[in-house]
T-cell receptor, first 118, second 113 residues
Framework: GESVGLHLPTLSVQEGDNSIINCAYS??????FIWYKQESGKGPQFIID?????DKRQGQRVTVLLNKTVKHLSLQIAATQPGDSAVYFC?????????????????FGKGTHLIIQP | EAGVAQSPRYKIIEKRQSVAFWCNPI?????LYWYQQILGQGPKLLIQ????????DSQLPKDRFSAERLKGVDSTLKIQPAKLEDSAVYLC???????????FGAGTRLSVL
């Protein structure tokens, strides 16, 4: 089965509230995690990433939390806006890439559809 | 800065026909990826190039899919012959080098009838 997955297919939140999207992964060797946002008819758009030597990283209105003990990743979006409506994917990379060999292709979960209620 | 360009945006073909997709990565990006995204699922890696060499094509159905990046810039992905289950969005992504952020194009939506 897939090593990266999301717990909920759909998440509905009120505009202005905070959103939390969760993701579980199974490969303890994964060392790089990324959140992408995909709007209808568009390609995935990079939101934020985190490496396994960190447990938290903040961006503009977004925070990613990594719990390696339980292999759990979450994306928090503050003050959710209508423009945040999209499908959110977590993805993992199991290889550090570079000159060490191996591939760098991302493994994606199935996605969570975030719906913003007015 | 221009993003990853893909064409065509949409393609409808009948099964057993052939089809080709084109990708122009972000200028200067050495690494290029092709992903397949079936409706309702996350993208799945098909092939990864580093300049004009293949890094990983382990998930590419080589009996019908082929890809090339001859000059290390543009890339084409071909399906011959197409099957119904190939209906999907084909996404191209590029990164500055390996282990950097991957930026995606808008994709080509393929419908096989």
């Amino acid at each position: 089965g897939e090593s990266v997955g999301l717990h909920l297919p759909t998440l509905s939140v009120q505009e202005g509230d905070n959103s939390i999207i969760n993701c579980a992964y199974s490969n303890s060797a994964s060392d790089y995690f990324i959140w992408y946002k995909q709007e209808s008819g568009k390609g995935p758009q990079f939101i934020i990433d985190i490496r396994s030597n960190m447990d938290k990283r903040q961006g503009q209105r977004v925070t990613v939390l990594l719990n390696k003990t339980v292999k759990h990743l979450s994306l928090q979006i503050a003050a959710t806006q209508p423009g945040d409506s999209a499908v959110y994917f977590c993805a993992e990379n199991r290889s550090p890439g570079g000159s060490g060999g191996g591939a760098d292709g991302l493994t994606f979960g199935k996605g969570t559809h975030l719906i913003i209620q007015p | 800065e221009a993003g990853v360009a893909q064409s065509p945006r949409y393609k409808i073909i009948e099964k057993r026909q052939s089809v080709a997709f084109w990708c122009n990565p972000i200028s200067g990006h050495a690494t290029l990826y092709w992903y397949q995204q079936i409706l309702g699922q996350g993208p799945k890696l098909l092939i990864q190039f580093q300049n004009n060499g293949v890094v990983d094509d382990s998930q590419l159905p080589k009996d019908r899919f082929s890809a090339e990046r001859l000059k290390g810039v543009d890339s084409t992905l071909k399906i011959q012959p197409a099957k119904l289950e190939d209906s999907a969005v084909y996404l191209c992504a590029s990164s500055l080098s390996r282990a950097n952020i991957q930026y995606f194009g808008a994709g080509t939506r393929l419908s096989v009838l």
